[in-house]
């Protein structure tokens, strides 16, 4: 894995530095965003079922949390380069779940109810504030604008998981 990403995130930043300038710097996802930056959870254009907290992550900010099933975040227009389509979804994530208690992030791309992209399964990490970066490879490359839904699926009622940024390599 780390073998194939880097060379793809050397060549996706030098693109961006040309082609968006300060906007790969910036904290907070918007419409347009680019599929590399770091797309923050509680900046999503759409959400259901989450709310938004003060994160002890690394970088700060806020996480979304209150996350269960049948809960989604919706960003619009997310520009994936065609210099550089996507092959990877990665999602930085922590939850406290009771050990029974599991769920998938699920990502698709122009609908909610076409088939998924990427599928992530979630169990505990130890902690709500507990963090890990998962990174799954997609079921195909994608270029150009979409809007990317994230859904979250669970068998249980339960939280499952907090959320505080994705991205796509
Ligand atoms: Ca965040």
Redesign the pocket.
Request: glycine share 6%.
């Given at each position: 894995m780390t073998v194939s990403v880097l060379p793809r995130l050397l060549a996706a930043s030098f693109l961006a530095l040309g082609l968006v300038c300060a906007d790969v710097q910036a904290a907070d996802a918007a419409p347009g965003d680019v599929s590399f930056s770091?797309l923050?959870?509680?900046?999503a254009e759409a959400q259901q079922g989450t709310t938004?907290e003060a994160?002890q992550?690394v970088?700060g900010?806020?996480?979304?949390t209150s996350v269960s099933n049948g809960d989604w975040i919706r960003y619009d227009q997310i520009q994936f380069l065609w210099q550089a389509p996507a092959m990877f979804f990665q999602v930085?994530i922590a939850s406290g779940a009771a050990r029974n208690v599991t769920g998938t992030i699920e990502v698709r791309i122009d609908s909610d109810t076409g088939p998924a992209i990427a599928s992530v399964p979630v169990a505990s990490t130890g902690g709500w504030q507990s963090w890990t970066t998962p990174t799954v490879a997609l079921t195909r490359t994608v270029a150009y604008r979409h809007d990317v839904y994230v859904r979250f699926v669970s068998a249980q009622k339960s939280d499952f998981v907090n959320?505080?940024?994705i991205r796509f390599l």
């Amino acid at each position: 894995m780390t073998v194939s990403v880097l060379p793809r995130l050397l060549a996706a930043s030098f693109l961006a530095l040309g082609l968006v300038c300060a906007d790969v710097q910036a904290a907070d996802a918007a419409p347009g965003d680019v599929s590399f930056s770091f797309l923050q959870a509680e900046d999503a254009e759409a959400q259901q079922g989450t709310t938004t907290e003060a994160t002890q992550d690394v970088d700060g900010g806020s996480d979304l949390t209150s996350v269960s099933n049948g809960d989604w975040i919706r960003y619009d227009q997310i520009q994936f380069l065609w210099q550089a389509p996507a092959m990877f979804f990665q999602v930085r994530i922590a939850s406290g779940a009771a050990r029974n208690v599991t769920g998938t992030i699920e990502v698709r791309i122009d609908s909610d109810t076409g088939p998924a992209i990427a599928s992530v399964p979630v169990a505990s990490t130890g902690g709500w504030q507990s963090w890990t970066t998962p990174t799954v490879a997609l079921t195909r490359t994608v270029a150009y604008r979409h809007d990317v839904y994230v859904r979250f699926v669970s068998a249980q009622k339960s939280d499952f998981v907090n959320v505080n940024w994705i991205r796509f390599l």
